[in-house]
């Protein structure tokens, strides 16, 4: 009976947890900075082959509008948006090879010819399968594992399940990388506050620094459960660690999103920025927190630096005035910075709404905290009160031309203590600029049904016990020391 209802339960766990455990279990000795390009090579490698699988088999039916079609002609793939697959690249030929002792060999072959029939990949697609510290037993393990993704799911959801899986291993490799992580990913519930909050429903979307891309993909499915349409928003996007840009253009092709205005460069984007005259509509992003190193003594006079040139010591400050920069008019940024940052001398006229959400969310591990669906439907919420009734004597009213699903409208926003409070900037000026919620939302009001008295009397009774407790103690302890022999 325990032993069927442990089987049941091993059932029921999501599909890219059990993938994670067994991928994981593959890696050894093999630092997780090396091994994800290993593991989502081959996720992407199996996304492709099955997205061209799928349209060579309606290339070689040859019925209606494929009437007469070559299934090996490129242009046919071309035309749909699919990547072509030569053969020794075709997931069902590496299959084949999964037992050899040199099948690394061959998928670092497959890598290098799909780069060359695809332009828009190259330089992209890892080559590390042939290393000598990689397992050749564990890659074919790993090979097997990777194509039992999708299994028993129609051709066209495939897509979906190794979109989701890829993007569910990427979180977890920048857990197990500790602080390294954050270079490249964002946790995907933050990026969901922010795409929340934002709207993202048409426009311009910009990430300076995007990572893996975990922006862009948010941003469009948030598009596609609103009802709205994908080709409605395009982005943009750089990143400056080469790596990581990698895993953002087969993050975005693994999930059908043009990246083609997504750069890449050493210099990064203070140095060469690599969309100078964009006027953005939406910008969503998560820069490197208090970054000493970023040239800032060689940009002093940056015309970019509209409120006076940031600290050569920190970028906080550049990176805040690079967005402002690149946002149209009518604009709107989210963006992730550290604590220490929250300090700013801007003054003006209007008020800046503060919601403290350090007791929402749940831990996932003992480190890292995830806020749930709810938690962000209740930022979101406020905020977009706010904006509407406070907000909208300073700001630009929201639009979309979309429908906002699951928001009061009606709903007038009203500060609530220890949780959100609309602030005048004369009283941040009060003080001193310090930007932290804390600050200005309060305390929570306290239960009605609180007793100082009894709380108090009850606190006093265990601490005097705690006292005699002690007294006891000691005295034992000091005959104990009497009946030592010298």
Not at 16 to 44: P, S, T
Not at 367 to 378: G, N
Not at 413 to 442: H, K, M, N, Q, W
Request: aromatic share 10%; with cysteine; charged share 25%.
């Amino acid at each position: 009976m325990a032993r069927a209802k442990a089987a049941k339960e091993i059932k029921e766990e999501p599909l890219e947890k059990q993938l994670w455990k067994a991928a994981d279990k593959l890696r050894k000795n093999i630092d997780a900075a090396e091994y994800k390009h290993v593991v989502l090579g081959l996720i992407f490698l199996k996304y492709i082959s099955d997205s061209f699988e799928e349209m060579f088999n309606k290339l070689q039916a040859r019925e209606g509008e494929y009437a007469g079609a070559d299934p090996e002609d490129k242009d046919e793939y071309k035309a749909e948006n699919v990547f072509f697959v030569p053969p020794e690249a075709r997931w069902s030929f590496l299959l084949a090879k999964a037992r050899q002792p040199d099948v690394g060999t061959f998928i670092d072959a497959a890598m290098d010819a799909i780069e060359k029939e695809n332009p828009s990949l190259k330089g992209v697609l890892p080559k590390v399968f042939a290393r000598q510290n990689l397992d050749p037993t564990s890659l074919g393990g790993l090979i097997d594992l990777v194509g039992n993704i999708a299994l028993g799911n129609a051709k066209a959801r495939s897509a979906d399940v190794l979109g989701h899986v890829f993007e569910y291993f990427l979180g977890e490799f920048a857990l197990a990388e500790g602080k390294q992580g954050g270079q490249f990913y964002t946790p995907r519930s933050i990026v969901e506050l922010l795409v929340a909050m934002l709207e993202p429903y048409k426009g311009r979307v910009f990430d300076p620094c995007c990572g893996s891309g975990g922006m862009f993909v948010q941003s469009e499915k948030f598009v596609e459960e609103h009802q709205g349409r994908v080709n409605d928003i395009s982005i943009y996007g750089q990143e400056s660690n080469q790596t990581t840009w990698r895993l953002a253009k087969m993050n975005l092709a693994i999930r059908g999103i043009d990246s083609s205005q997504v750069k890449w460069n050493n210099e990064g984007s203070f140095l060469n920025d690599a969309h100078k005259d964009l006027k953005a509509d939406f910008i969503i992003a998560n820069p490197p927190f208090n970054v000493s190193d970023w040239s800032g003594d060689l940009l002093r006079g940056d015309g970019r630096w509209q409120y006076g040139a940031p600290p050569v010591g920190n970028a906080n400050f550049a990176w805040l005035q690079h967005f402002a920069y690149h946002l149209n008019s009518q604009g709107k940024a989210g963006v992730v910075l550290a604590k220490g940052a929250l300090t700013s001398k801007t003054s003006g006229e209007g008020e800046i709404l503060f919601i403290d959400a350090r007791n929402l969310g749940h831990l996932i591990n003992r480190r890292t905290k995830e806020l749930s669906h709810d938690d962000i439907q209740k930022i979101a919420d406020t905020y977009h009160s706010w904006r509407t009734t406070v907000g909208a004597q300073f700001i630009a009213p929201e639009s979309s031309g979309c429908e906002k699903q699951g928001r009061d409208e009606s709903r007038p926003y009203v500060d609530v203590p220890g949780f959100c409070a609309s602030v005048p900037i004369s009283r941040v000026a009060e003080l001193d600029y310090v930007l932290t919620p804390g600050r200005y939302v309060g305390l929570p009001d306290e239960e009605d049904d609180f007793n100082f008295a009894e709380r108090f009397a009850a606190l006093k009774a265990e601490f005097e016990a705690q006292f005699k407790e002690e007294a006891v103690l000691n005295q034992a302890i000091a005959e104990n020391l009497q009946r030592i022999k010298p």
